[in-house]
Structures are given as structure tokens and as C-alpha cells.
């Protein structure tokens, strides 16, 4: 499988603001309904939707901790989430439902800089293993699961800070969850035993990401929020 593309482009976000009775409500019910790539905050979380190829099928809807995704087959690729910036080695913990009929996959996902890194500790997959002909480096033994250990470098590709040659870490669940725990700690500690070192941290989301498929999520941040 091609390495997913992970470019934020800035580009503008349709803001639907829903009138509430009263103040004390008015911070849960505010919503962002979301058709193009874009980043930012919003109820004191930051999210992010990248899309490559801009698709009418394709719908990201952020209500802060919560957000949901629909996308179509005709978007090439598109990564979706809320979390943090920046990132930490925190314990993430998040429920939800996650669904496609294709290459698609459930993950903690973010980037550091100095080194640049762009790293997944993938929860769940559709109908291809990000890990697919790569090596395994190793496992990592976490929130009741196990997860195999990928290192790839991306050449001349799209990051954060542009085009840019940068390396790729992985945690790949080798049984599939949506919901529970994910203690990165545990990872990060991992990949640096193998010696592969990050950087400081940019930020970091509890993503969707779907690769020419189609499929939909629903998915809550319970903490840290």
C-alpha cells in the first residue's frame, strides 16, 4: 500500500453554530460540520481533516471531544480526528464505532519535529494491514493487546514542515478493538528501545483515515480532555 499522505492543508471550513437557550449549554452544542481540509480548535480540543481530492460524499462533523466521519470511494485519501496540540505521551481513552469496506484504519496518530516523525498506533483495519511487506521490528504489549513494530522513511513526501524526507513509526494491533485505552507511553518507550528516537511533539489525534474506500466513524474522547 502507498504510505498515506499526511499534508494539513489550511483551506476554509463551513462553521455551523447552533443557537442555544442559554449560555451553560452553549460550549456542548456547538458543532463544526466539515467538507475540505482544514485544522484548528474547538471546545478546547484541536481537530484536524485532511483530504486528498476533494470529495461531495465526504463529511467530517466536530463537536469537540466527539467527532464523526463519512466518506466516500472517490476520495483518494482522507484523515480525520480530534486530540491535542501538542501531543503528549499521555493514556488516551475513547469509545465509538469504526466501519468500511476497504483500506481504512482506526489509530492515535501525530507527528514530532526535530526528528521529524510521523507515527500510528493503529487500533483497528479494514480489509489491509498497514504492515503489509513491511518488516516486523519487534512488538510492544499494551492495554491488553499486541501490536507490531514498523519502520518506514518517506522520501520526498508531504509533511508538516512541506515536502520533506522523514521516517514513519508504527504500532499495529494484531487484533482489531474500537474503544479502551491506549497508554502511548508504552509505544513511544517501545520504538525508542529499537532505537527509533522522536522529536518534540506536534500534534496528535485520534484518527480516521480512509485510502480510496469508503466507510464511516463515530468517535469519543473520554480522557484526557
Known amino acids: ?3 498515506f499522505k499526511s499534508l494539513i492543508a489550511l483551506c476554509s471550513a463551513a462553521l455551523a453554530v447552533t443557537a442555544v437557550p442559554t449560555a451553560k449549554h ?3 452544542r456547538r458543532h463544526l460540520s466539515l467538507t475540505s481540509s482544514t485544522t484548528g480548535t474547538l471546545n478546547d480540543m484541536f481537530y484536524s481533516l485532511y483530504m486528498e481530492d476533494s470529495s461531495s460524499d465526504t463529511t467530517m462533523t466536530d463537536y469537540g471531544a466527539t467527532y464523526s466521519l463519512t466518506w466516500g470511494s472517490d476520495v483518494v485519501d482522507v484523515v480525520a480526528g480530534v486530540g491535542w496540540n501538542p501531543g503528549s505521551a499521555q493514556a488516551i481513552t475513547y469509545n465509538g464505532t469504526f466501519s468500511t469496506t476497504g483500506n481504512a484504519y482506526l489509530s492515535v496518530y501525530g507527528w514530532t519535529t526535530s ?3 510521523e507515527y500510528y498506533i493503529v487500533e483497528s483495519y479494514g480489509d489491509y494491514n498497514p504492515g503489509t511487506g513491511s518488516t516486523v521490528l ?3 504489549t499494551s ?10 522513511t518517506r522520501t520526498d513526501a508531504p509533511s508538516i514542515d512541506g515536502t520533506a524526507t522523514f521516517a514513519q513509526y508504527w504500532s499495529v494491533r494484531t487484533s482489531n478493538r474500537v474503544g479502551g485505552t491506549v497508554t502511548t507511553a508504552n509505544h513511544f518507550n517501545a520504538w525508542a528501545a529499537l532505537g527509533l528516537s522522536m522529536g518534540t511533539f506536534n500534534y496528535q489525534i485520534l484518527a480516521t483515515e480512509g485510502y480510496e474506500s469508503s ?3 463515530s468517535i469519543t474522547i473520554s480522557s484526557p480532555t
Open 115 to 117: 526528528p521529524l516523525v
Open 215 to 217: 466507510g464511516s466513524s
Open 26 to 28: 452553549e460550549l456542548a
Open 143 to 152: 492495554d491488553g493487546g499486541t501490536y507490531d513494530i514498523y519502520h518506514l
Open 1 to 3: 500500500m502507498v504510505s
Open 138 to 140: 519487534g512488538t510492544v
